[in-house]
């Protein structure tokens, strides 16, 4: 199972900007990686997802906003979230498809099933 830890949410303005950590496991770091939110009253959705190629696969609510990225070398997963909105508040998770490996040509991002604890990113208007 792996193991993933979240950093780096906080409480910023909109228009600002928060870039999110997620260390993972030598283990997740064979699999399509990406990253989830649970927004207030609505159900977890897929946020971005990266492959072992660096190929990314963004929500259309944050494209042009959001960049996914992975530094293989720190096995660490990264989410630069650029020009927030409060609609952006909410706790997002790093995740993972185990059933999916990084090879894959296109990790979607409605199949990550496994993610750590959360970091929770609050907005401002």
């Known amino acids: 199972q792996a193991q993933l830890q979240e950093s780096g949410g906080g409480a910023v303005q909109a228009g600002g900007s928060l870039r999110l950590s997620c260390p993972t496991s030598?283990?997740?770091?064979?699999?399509?990686m990406g990253w989830l939110r649970q927004r207030p009253g609505k159900e977890r959705e897929g946020v971005a997802t990266?492959?072992?190629?660096?190929?990314?696969s963004l929500a259309e609510s944050v494209k042009g906003r959001f960049t996914i990225s992975m530094d293989s070398a720190k096995n660490t997963l990264f989410l630069q979230m650029d020009s927030l909105e409060p609609e952006d508040t909410a706790m997002y998770y790093c995740?993972?498809?185990?059933?999916?490996?990084?090879?894959?040509?296109?990790?979607?991002?409605?199949?990550?099933?496994?993610w750590g604890q959360g970091t929770l990113v609050t907005v401002n208007s």
């Open positions: 990266i492959n072992g190629a660096g190929i990314t």
């Open positions: 995740a993972a498809d185990l059933s999916r490996r990084a090879s894959s040509p296109w990790c979607p991002i409605n199949t990550l099933h496994t």
């Open positions: 030598g283990y997740a770091i064979n699999y399509c």
